[in-house]
Each structure stands twice: as structure tokens, then as C-alpha cells.
């Protein structure tokens, strides 16, 4: 398996632009995580789905903020408008319900710049 | 909710020596307490974990203590190397919940 795989690795873009992660988990996995990292906050959880639904969006920061989760292959993290303090590095993570550890792998990141 | 408190935040140590890294945790129901490492522009990945039946876990030159009387827990790398270096997360998973609560991260440098 090719783990799980985000693109784009960077995304440069201008304030008031519309930005979107894309996130491929890990195939069997029954749950997906959006985290955003910086260094003020460390890992914090945006959004989990399970079975493709969205279970606890509470720590989506704002409205300007949206995931999906169309497909048990695909989720995807939009930022609309974007603005300079969502620069970060966004993971997207894959686990399945029942493995020993969880199986709780991490993709290599989006590191987003708004400038 | 869960919150998980790590230290220290930086931690330097001689190659050879040994490095303990703490963290505590605020809900009595956690029950899955993994630590991940993470290079310099990697992704975090996991190197060892524990459950909350297990007071000890070794793996090679690492080791995870659980004291769930005090909620705490403990990274623990021997015999250090420069390789080493790098930040580690610790992490708390609540009962039946599926998120991991994650510490605030120690940047570790071994020095040659």
C-alpha cells in the first residue's frame, strides 16, 4: 500500500483565494483525520469522518473552512477565502477501527503559505 | 475534552546518553497513549505505544512507561544517536473515542 497520500505537497497562494487539500487514505481504513500544524499550536484536529461521514467538526476553525469526504478514496479540506494566518502544514491521517494500534498513519503534509 | 501537557519543549543530550520525555494526560478514560516522531519536514510517524493494561513497553533503545494513577507517562530513549534527533509527539486516545489528543512536542537534539 502507498500509505496515505495528500496532495499537493506545497501550495503558495494569495490572500482571498479559494485552496484545496486532497487527501487519499489508506484503502480499508474507515476513518480519516484532517490536522493542521503550526508551531503557536502544535497538531491540532480539524475534522474526522467516519465511513465517509463527518463525525466532529468542532475543531474546524470558522466557517471559511469546509471538508468532504465524497468516497471511501477521497476527502477533501477547502479554504474559502483564504487568509495569512491558515498558513501551515495540514495532514491528513487514516486509521481502521480494530487494529491494534489503529493503524493511525499520517500522509506527508500540505504546507499551505498565504501570503 | 482530553488535554494532553508535554515537556520539556526542547530537550538537547550527549550521543550516548539518555533522554526522558513526560507527558500528562486529564481524562481518566484515556486508554491508548502512542508517541510519533517527526523529522524535520516528515511526517509524524509512530515508534511506540501503550495501552492503559500495561504499565511498561520496550522496544530497542525506546521504552514507554504508563503511571495511570497519576495520569502520566513517559518516552524513554537510551544510548542516544544523532539520528535521534527530531520532535516527538505524545498522543492520548480517549476510551471509545477515535481521535488522538496530541502533546505540544519536544524538539530532541543529540549532540555528536
Known amino acids: 500500500d502507498a500509505g496515505v497520500i495528500q496532495s499537493p505537497r506545497h501550495e503558495v497562494t494569495e490572500m482571498g483565494q479559494e485552496v484545496t487539500l486532497r487527501c487519499k487514505p489508506i484503502s480499508g481504513h474507515d476513518y480519516l483525520f484532517w490536522y493542521r500544524q503550526t508551531m503557536m499550536r502544535g497538531l491540532e484536529l480539524l475534522i474526522y469522518f467516519n465511513n465517509n461521514v463527518p463525525i466532529d467538526d468542532s475543531g474546524m476553525p470558522e466557517d471559511r473552512f469546509s471538508a468532504k469526504m465524497p468516497n471511501a478514496s477521497f476527502s477533501t479540506l477547502k479554504i474559502q477565502p483564504s487568509e495569512p494566518r491558515d498558513s501551515a502544514v495540514y495532514f491528513c491521517a487514516s486509521s481502521l477501527r480494530g487494529a491494534y494500534n489503529y493503524g493511525y498513519t499520517f500522509g506527508s503534509g500540505t504546507r499551505l503559505t498565504v501570503v | 475534552g482530553e488535554n494532553v501537557e508535554q515537556h520539556p519543549s526542547t530537550l538537547s543530550v550527549q550521543e550516548g546518553d539518555s533522554a526522558v520525555i513526560k507527558c500528562t494526560y486529564s481524562d481518566s478514560a484515556s486508554n491508548y497513549f502512542p508517541w510519533y516522531k517527526q523529522e524535520l519536514g516528515k511526517r509524524p510517524q509512530l515508534i511506540i505505544d501503550?495501552?492503559?493494561?500495561?504499565g511498561e513497553k520496550k522496544d530497542q533503545r525506546i521504552a514507554v512507561t504508563l503511571n495511570k494513577t497519576a495520569k502520566h507517562f513517559s518516552l524513554h530513549i537510551t544510548e542516544t544517536q544523532p539520528e535521534d534527533s527530531a520532535v516527538y509527539f505524545c498522543a492520548a486516545k480517549r476510551g471509545s473515542a477515535r481521535q488522538l489528543t496530541f502533546g505540544s512536542g519536544t524538539q530532541l537534539t543529540v549532540l555528536p
Open positions: 501503550i495501552r492503559s493494561n500495561v
